[in-house]
């Protein structure tokens, strides 16, 4: 009775329950994400390669060519199909941490260095992404943000004359400011006025996207002299000072990218205001009772999560491309939130999390150049490990592994029900499974 | 019908919910399943009702094996449940309920309403159930849903009636007029089936009563054993079951509330010029029947329901203009009624829920950083103090059991300086052990004279801790009595009847639970 009632004072978006729904479930599934173990991650890179190399024979025509004949010579089908998955992923391996067959020792390590290049911008904004999920908001405008930030940081970048520390300085916090007002735009939203985060955000980042086309074609703006949709390039005091000299991209954005981890942590796990987060995110009703300014911190979430994001795209910006075009987000912000799926929302698993996809990026290239394998393979490869990630069960399956709740493998779906059933009616019974 | 359970057996993953029942419920029989929270009971009574499949163990009607797949081979077989929580649609009218999935139809699928009108009548009309047909189902007092909900079950022919907690939610007068109920359908042959936690009623009700504790039988009773014989059969030990204390010696008021007026989402007035005064050292419950406005009054003395008239003051104190964290701070010990929702946050760790309200406070931070340490060895101290049972602080808190869980809650509410102390439904779904805990703490804060004010709508509870009983009835405070009033005017009150009456009219009719306890005493 009470809770019936409670809903009808307390919902004034009755005909929002589509939706909340779908939200809820949403929810679900991050909390899924988040709390599956280390081994279900690493196995289900496992079983991505797998995948990417079933992929990768399907379309190779040399082993087409062998399947022409497989009955007649099977040997010639696996000895080929061997080779040719072989050489993908030991370019792969190359291209992305060390190329032992490279010329000089420079080369031979400068893959990695490309795949921490690749990995700034992602971890920045994974982290960013990463403290909305911990804070149960589904910020989806990772993009927008990031637009936003390389577009003010660019902007400090080359239309000021500062010295050289403080132009980068201003340059990244310009970034970060810009990408907070992008995410607190949205979060200031959902507390006002309880619009939802996701809707928002992806409307969001349409208009970012807009946004920029439309100042690439102003003068005032690009101040290139010229009619190209591009911006002048940010001046040497504004960019990110390389780290190992002529011949490597690597820049300080990386020191920023372990800073900014060293202090996601701490603000999740040790300050207070990580604590309302994190309250916010896992029950906002109980926070709310225990005094929690439930609309204030969720404002902030965005807003800090929207200024990591900005620092991304200012440290992608100022730190690899330099100069400013509609293009500069790439797939950033949508790789960002898979990075933090990934990462289980945790600074250090979102940082080891944007290095694989670094990593799998700059490998990709090379993989693509050498054997022809299409660097699409990569985007496969993210796409299924993240698949498996969000069902346990499915990689428990493939590896026989046993249910952490101790139950057997239930054959039929009722008994699942029937569990969960259980587990409602059962609530005030002192709960058995104490150790997991 | 006769119904027979023999070793049935029902698994959770490890967790054994029902282990080897054997049951017998003769046709005509009241048949009263008595046990603690947790204690299984729910989970029989959905296998018999086909919501779960048991792994071992057949039931039986009328010596017939019987297999069910779901509700609705139960229902065919003549088996009808009433559930705690009344499955009713509250837009639809009695009718509409009651043909609910059984809609006679005429030709090319029409439905018959008439011939529906004309079931519902004839049943009501055969038992004396007086409900309209065509009233609508959230116009209806919750006695009246649940005549409903039997009505529905002995229009589908149930020879077996379960009946799970069907006293939670009625005011005593309620509960006799479905005692008599259950006694008619007793007489039609009907056997029932009926699952409760309340020993008084057990023994006013029941023909045989039947026992069970951790999913086992432990014991069958006759409904003529003592309330502290079935407490001990029930929890396995030496119960009190009412907490000793000392007379309250009230000092000067602590808290109160003024003229309180509160509206719901939609404009509703749902609590209406609410007076209450608390003294220092005294405890006052809000009795009644849930749903009447004591969850809003407790959201709005701690600030989550915002009140559009009145006052709340706290040692001279207004605190209406306050935020929660405001008045949690300047005193407010709260313990909220829902505690999964409410109360605790099931993923945090129990040092984390220990200082839910207080981690931004001396000492647990410095307003910006925490100070894990010094969280986690207040948690240790007051841990044991509250004689939690748990492996570590550092384990999420979900792992605990509801009772335990509570205790966190009146740990963390507790262990601050409180200047008043709020609780609402302080023991629900808890089993003996702790609610004698819980209590014993209750009195204890009230001995060091801290004002308290205790929601319940359970009137054990309400009698065991009371100095003074406010009754709440649709918003408004019928009558603040004292602490020992009898039950009947008590059971009046939650209805609505003002105080003098109450007493008047408590006096000329007495319920049969009441008559029961006088007998008891004699």
Known sequence: MSTEKKNNDDAPAAPGGALKEAESRLHYAVRELSQSSWVITLLSVVVALVVGALLILATNPQVQATTGYFFAQPGDFFLTSFEVIRDAYSALFRGAVYDWQAATPDRAIRPITETLVNAVPLILAGLGIAIGFRSGMLNIGGQGQIILGATCAAFIGYAFNLPVGAHLLLALVGGALGGAIWGGIAGVLKAKTGANEVIVTIMLNNIA???????????????????????????????????????????????????????????????????????????????????????????????????????????????????????????????????????????????????????????????????????????????????????????????????????????????????????????????????? | MKLQLKGVTKRFGTFTANDRIDLTVQPGEIHALLGENGAGKSTLMNTIYGLYS???????????????????????????????????????????????????????????????????????????????????????????????????????????????????????????????????????????????????????????????????????????????????????????????????????????????????????????????????????CVAGVDGNGQTELAEAIVGLRSAVAGTITLDGTNLRRMNVKERLNSGIGFVPEDRSTDGVIPGFTVTENFVLDQYDQQPYSNGVAMKPSVMREAAVQQISRFDVRLGTVDDPISTLSGGNQQKVVLAREMSRDIRFFLASQPTRGLDVGSIEFVHRTIIEERDKGTPCLIVSTELDEVSNLADRIAVMYRGVVVGVVPGDTDRDVLGLMMAGVPVEEAYAQAKDHHTILGEADEEAQT
């Open chain 2, 54 to 284: 048991p792994e071992e163990g057949e039931i039986l009607l009328d010596d017939k094996l019987v297999t069910f797949n779901g509700p609705g081979d139960a229902v065919e077989a003549g088996i009808g449940m009433v559930h705690q929580h009344f499955m009713l649609i509250p837009v639809f009218s009695v009718t509409e309920s009651v043909m609910l999935g059984y809609e006679p139809t005429r030709k090319a699928g029409i439905i018959d309403f008439a011939e529906a009108r004309r079931r519902v009548q004839e049943i009501s009309a055969r038992f004396g159930f007086d409900v309209d047909p065509d009233a609508m189902i959230e116009d209806l007092p919750v006695g009246a849903q649940q005549r409903v909900e039997i009505i529905k079950a002995l229009s589908r022919d149930a020879k077996v009636l379960i009946l799970d907690e069907p006293t939670a939610v009625l005011t005593p007068q309620e509960t006799d007029e479905l005692i008599t109920i259950m006694r008619q359908l007793r007489e039609s042959g009907t056997s029932i089936v009926f699952i409760t936690h309340k020993l008084r009623e057990v023994r006013a009700i029941a023909d045989k009563i039947t026992v069970i504790r951790r999913g086992k039988i432990v014991g069958q009773a006759l409904p003529e054993s003592t309330e502290t014989e079935l407490a001990s059969l029930m929890v396995g030990r030496e119960v009190n079951l009412t907490t000793q204390k000392e007379p309250a010696e009230p000092g000067d008021i602590g808290f109160s509330v003024k003229d309180l007026t509160v509206l719901s989402g939609a404009g509703k007035v749902v609590l209406d010029n609410v007076n209450l005064d608390i003294a220092r050292g005294e405890i006052l």
């Open chain 1, 209 to 436: 996207l807009y946004l920029l086309a439309w100042l690439l074609r102003q003068q005032w703006f690009v101040q290139t002299g010229s009619n190209q949709p591009i911006a002048a390039p940010v001046e040497d005091s504004a960019r990110l000072f390389g780290l190992l000299g002529t011949g490597f991209r690597l820049h300080a954005g990386i020191l920023l990218a372990i800073a900014a981890t060293v202090f996601v942590w701490w603000l999740l796990e040790r300050s207070t205001l990580g604590f309302e987060f994190r309250a916010i995110g896992e029950n906002p009703d109980a926070a709310r009772t225990a005094g929690i300014n439930v609309p204030k911190a969720t404002a902030l979430v965005l807003i800090i999560g929207g200024g990591l994001c900005g620092l991304g795209g200012a440290a992608h910006l100022l730190g690899t491309e330099y100069r400013l075009g509609a293009g500069i987000a790439g797939t950033l912000g949508f790789d960002a939130i898979t990075v933090a799926l990934l990462g289980r929302s945790k600074p250090l698993g979102t940082f080891l999390a944007g290095v694989l996809f670094g990593g799998l990026r700059a490998g990709g290239v090379l993989m693509q150049a050498q054997t022809g394998t299409p660097i699409d393979i990569v985007l496969v490869l993210q796409s299924v490990i993240v698949l498996l990630i969000a069902a346990p069960p499915l990689v428990r399956a493939i590896f026989f592994l046993p249910n952490p709740d101790g139950t057997a493998k239930s054959p039929r779906r009722r008994r699942l029900k029937d569990q969960q059933a259980a587990e409602a009616a059962q609530e005030p019974a002192p709960t058995q499974e104490v150790t997991k």
